[in-house]
């Protein structure tokens, strides 16, 4: 069993494996299509807009400091690229709960071994839509207040330069709670119950949900690994509410 803090890389790599299967690349194909149409989306807009943004964020100095532009840009635009990516990636999220969490149903028939949830019907699929949206709206009334004050601390001046890493450091946060809440809902844990969790494996979270903030932010191979994550996430899951069984039973 790895370390906590490097637990994260090998629950990614196994999903990667998982959802290339033959027996769960059908599952995969639906929320492949929406995150392909997304990224283009994305990709265009910010390729419009994206040296304006920079531009609106960056503090007006005066002529004296001007040589300070040249350490505060590439500041501002890594904090232009996480809070582009970071939206972004929230909204496919949203639009592809149903289907994640469906995904993430099948992986974990494929790892247990055994298929406790109903068989495959698209009324099942379209049952689960209600479900799955009202917890992806738990998950931006959680995200957004959050997001605001970040937003807000963008736009002070002198302030604003620790933004791009507390922007890091919440989208990683966010990154584990987006994935890992699939396999969590599935099996109706609430969501209090879920942070709560979360937190007792802080490291092991931080670590998966850093890896998954890495590779999303790679063009092209992010619209693979957003279905890897789920996999990745169910793993996880799996492994570490196991693990807390078993330490329940021995103590």
């Known amino acids: ?70 350490i505060l840009w590439p500041i501002f635009v890594v904090l232009v690229v996480l809070m582009v990516f970071f939206t972004f990636t929230m909204l496919a999220n949203v639009i592809a709960a149903p289907f994640n969490g469906f ?22 699929l379209i049952a689960m839509i209600p479900r799955t949206l009202s917890r992806e709206m738990r998950k931006l009334g959680y995200f957004l207040p959050r997001a605001l004050g970040l937003f807000i ?8 330069i620790i933004a791009a890493p507390l922007w890091l450091l919440f989208g990683v946060w966010m990154m584990a709670i987006q994935y890992i809440d699939y396999p969590a809902d599935n099996h109706k844990l609430g969501w209090n119950e879920m942070l709560a969790w979360l937190r007792q494996k802080r490291w092991q979270s931080m670590s998966f949900g850093g890896i998954v903030y890495l590779v999303l932010l790679i063009p092209v191979v992010n619209i693979l690994m957003m279905p890897a994550a789920v996999a990745g996430a169910t793993l996880f899951w799996v492994r570490e509410r196991g693990a807390d069984a078993l330490e329940r039973s021995t103590a």
């Not at 993430?104 to 055994?114: D, L, N, P, Q, S």
């Not at 601390?153 to 604003?160: E, K």
Request: glycine share 6%; net charge negative.
């Open 153 to 160: 601390l963008s736009f002070i001046p002198v302030v604003n």
């Open 103 to 124: 995904l993430a149903e099948k992986v974990e028939v494929v790892v247990r071994g055994t298929d406790d949830f109903p068989s495959f019907s698209w009324g099942e």
């Open 1 to 70: 069993m790895p370390a906590p803090v490097l637990s994260g890389p090998q629950y990614l790599r196994e999903g990667l494996k998982l959802v290339l299967s033959p027996s769960l690349r059908l599952f995969v194909l639906l929320p492949l299509a929406i995150n392909l149409v997304l990224f283009v989306g994305l990709i265009y807009l910010a390729g419009h807009q994206f040296s304006l943004w920079v531009d609106t964020l960056m503090p007006t100095l005066p002529d004296w400091l001007n040589f300070l532009s040249y």
